[in-house]
């Protein structure tokens, strides 16, 4: 006990909160922490570049909805995991992040891979901490874990400088918390407010974000919907908590989506938005008409009336909002009257979901060649047709086409970058879904761009042994910034968006996997097939039409921050 250090503190707080992966790339600033690690009940999952670590985190504390751990050493290993720490703060991953620096004793020295981390990552969390003195390390382990799950779940990072980490510990000044939080206020008063107003509606509409997924919602809003028989879509992480091919579940709330979000999100009277935030894919709460009743309920009091008024603000755990407004209404006994009182909207809704469908359908079924890319999202949504089955999308128009595309059947099943927009998310996100989930069937959907930011990653899925399927939307450009410039512009600037054919699926062959080029629809799903059946991590080349632009282009050629003059 005389010999205890640091680091075994960390790896003990760790094994303690039960803590299964540690998503990681080495750094002699963590090596005291690694050697505790080393055959303990914790697995180091090893990566190629820092930024993928805190991606795997981020996609395993998402479909667990639980905190993860990402641990980086010093200097260029913290910079390079500021990209994914940026998108955990948008998709409210509990994320904790740990990071070595150089000891105290060497700051200001000019000591290998020195800098002031703290206030550099400070503004993209939830809380950033600083260790001073290892006998505190388990306290600062529970104020992580506590900050990342309480209200809204999100990042924490947590610093140890290596001398505090090879610091022998006095046992007897050490204590050991271990606080488990649970957030979830609601009152009667206001959810017999949400009834009246569901009272005095005739086109109601439900849209669930995120905290539908994160609040474990999934038997209370499915019972609430088929209550009152009211039009539901979905967003964010809360994509198949209601399965798509559920009766009132229109699919995902993006007014670009074929169906009939736009026509409905424009003309509802009352808007029950769950878990979810008003941004840029509600062109900031303008989509609704200004005379619609809004209630937003959310477990963070600061999301409640960004970008626009709110009738009726509810600070509450989504799951527990739902059972109290499930028991008024049953005491109040007025689901058929509801149920009859939505029917002729309801018919609207499914009427405007079919004919955007049939609108759509040219792209979907489109047989020239080069293959239309939202063929290609259709193939690829076909395939995929369990329930269970995972997909993963990554790119600007790819991501835009699968979104638009993909038939979601079941909570935690689609992933995508969500709000921060950041590319290079794919194959990590897609190696922790597989990590996660041994026997599922996961494909990651990504652009020809994307693929390079992160594609030795191939490389860690062939090494652990993850034999995800990757299809690669080849256009040979970034293709949403050639055409949002050519919306702009008039043109593409090459330099910048051109890229030329590279036989991405080679090089997956020469790390050890398995490798396909496609050029016609028909030959998709034989090499999907084929990719499946090999059992290692697989490639799928697909050559598609670079000069279509999809919605997603026109919206970034129309942002505002995007305009120059």
């Known amino acids: 006990m005389d010999n205890i250090i640091g680091g075994k503190l960390v790896a003990d707080a760790l094994v303690e909160r039960g803590v299964d992966y540690v998503f990681s790339l080495s750094g002699g600033h963590i090596t005291p922490i690694y050697q505790f690690l080393e055959n303990s009940p914790v697995t180091i999952f090893d990566v190629r570049h820092e930024q993928a670590a805190v991606f795997m985190a981020e996609a395993w504390a998402r479909i667990n909805r639980k905190p993860a751990v990402a641990m980086v050493t010093a200097g260029p290993g913290f910079t390079n995991a500021l990209t994914g720490i940026a998108s955990t703060r948008l998709s409210n991953a509990p994320v904790i992040l740990i990071s070595g620096c150089v000891g105290l004793d060497s700051v200001e020295k000019l000591d290998l891979q020195d800098m002031t981390q703290l206030p550099v990552i400070e503004p993209m969390v939830k809380k950033a901490l600083v260790c001073y003195m290892p006998e505190r390390i388990p306290e600062y382990i529970d104020m992580a874990f506590r900050a990342a799950m309480s209200g809204r779940p999100g990042p924490v990072y947590l610093e140890f400088p290596c001398n505090i ?26 959810t017999r407010k949400v009834v009246d107003l569901l009272k005095a509606a005739k086109n109601p509409i439900v849209i669930g974000g995120s905290g539908l997924w994160y609040s474990d919602a999934e038997k209370e809003i499915l019972e609430f919907v088929e209550k ?49 935030r008003l941004s840029l894919f509600y062109i900031f709460g303008e989509i609704f008409p200004s005379t619609a009743k809004f209630v937003q309920v959310d477990i963070a009091a600061d999301e409640i009336g960004r970008n626009r ?93 699968m979104g638009m595309t993909r038939t979601v059947k079941k909570g935690g099943t689609y992933l995508d970058y969500g709000l921060y927009g950041c590319l290079a998310v794919g194959i990590p996100y897609a190696n922790a879904a597989k990590l996660k989930n041994p026997d599922k069937r996961v494909l990651l959907i990504m652009g020809d761009g994307s693929v390079g930011f992160n594609f030795m990653e191939f490389h860690t899925a062939i090494r652990k042994k993850l034999p995800i399927v990757v299809v690669i939307g080849n256009d040979q450009s970034w293709g949403m910034i050639a055409h949002s410039q050519t919306l702009r512009l008039g043109h593409n600037i090459p330099n910048g968006t051109e890229l030329g054919w590279v036989d991405y699926h080679k090089m997956v062959e020469v790390l050890g996997g398995f490798g396909a080029m496609v050029e016609k629809p028909e030959d998709i799903k034989p090499a999907l097939e084929a990719a499946f059946a090999s059992g290692k991590t697989a490639c799928i080349n697909v050559k598609v039409d670079p000069s279509v632009i999809s919605p997603g282009s026109v919206a970034l050629a129309n942002l505002g921050g995007y305009k120059c003059n």
């Open 309 to 401: 008024t709110i009738d009726l603000g509810i600070v509450s755990d989504i799951k527990a909002f739902l059972k109290e407004l499930n028991t008024v209404l049953d005491e109040q006994k007025i689901g058929d009257t509801l149920k009859k009182q939505y029917s002729p909207w309801v018919d609207t809704v499914r009427a405007a979901h079919d004919a955007g469908k049939k609108d759509a359908k040219a792209m979907w079924e489109c047989e020239t060649l080069p293959m239309h890319p939202m063929r290609l999202a259709k193939e690829v949504n076909e395939f995929m047709n369990r329930e269970d089955d995972i997909v993963v999308a990554d790119g600007g128009d790819t991501s835009t086409w």
């Open 228 to 276: 009152i028989g009211i039009p539901i879509y979905t967003a964010g992480a809360g994509r198949g908590v209601v399965p798509d091919t559920h009766p009132l579940c229109f699919e995902g709330s993006l007014a670009i989506r074929p169906g009939s979000a736009m026509i409905t999100l424009m003309t509802t009277d009352l808007v029950l938005f769950l878990g979810g």
């Open 165 to 190: 980490l090879n610091a022998k510990v006095d046992m007897a000044a050490v204590k050991k918390p271990g606080t488990t939080l649970s957030s979830k206020p609601v009152d009667r008063e206001n």
